[in-house]
């Protein structure tokens, strides 16, 4: 299981490698705190769609626009310094549905403020050129 461990006062971020991000139609937070994300909701996307519901049930989340689509691989999400020390989930969700950063296994390939302890991995050298302007470091 992969989850985000913010610790404020600094603001985060989180580059992941997945699948077909190019499809993405919103990116949402939920937390183990929910008081420290700004508006909490019931996010109920699929209900009216059979096929999709079942794999997809309501969560509880907050919706943030701070992200951007590298390629169909790769998405880069800035969370604000106002989140509070917590431990975050990434739902990204498209018309297919949603995957959690806590189930789906998103490999997470480069984080700042980077983690305590950075881990080199050369498979991703090529991948984090693309965010050298941001110091960004590989981890595990």
């Known amino acids: 299981m992969n989850y985000i461990n913010t610790v404020p006062p600094l603001s985060t971020v989180i580059v992941l490698k997945g699948y077909n991000f190019n499809y993405t139609q919103y990116v ?22 059979a096929s999709i519901s079942t794999n997809n049930p309501p969560f509880t989340g907050y919706q943030i626009n701070t992200y951007d689509i590298t390629n169909n691989n790769i998405i880069k999400i800035t969370l604000a310094e106002s989140y509070g020390p917590s431990i975050l989930d990434i739902i990204i969700v498209n018309a297919a549905g949603y995957t959690k950063l806590s189930t789906e296994g998103y490999l997470v390939i480069a984080m700042s403020p980077p983690p305590p302890v950075p881990l080199n991995i050369p498979e991703f050298a090529g991948v984090l050129n693309l965010f050298n302007d941001n110091n960004l470091e590989v981890i595990l």
């Open 28 to 49: 949402f937070l939920s937390s183990n705190n929910n008081t420290t994300l700004p508006s909490v909701s019931a996010v109920d996307l699929f209900s009216n769609i």
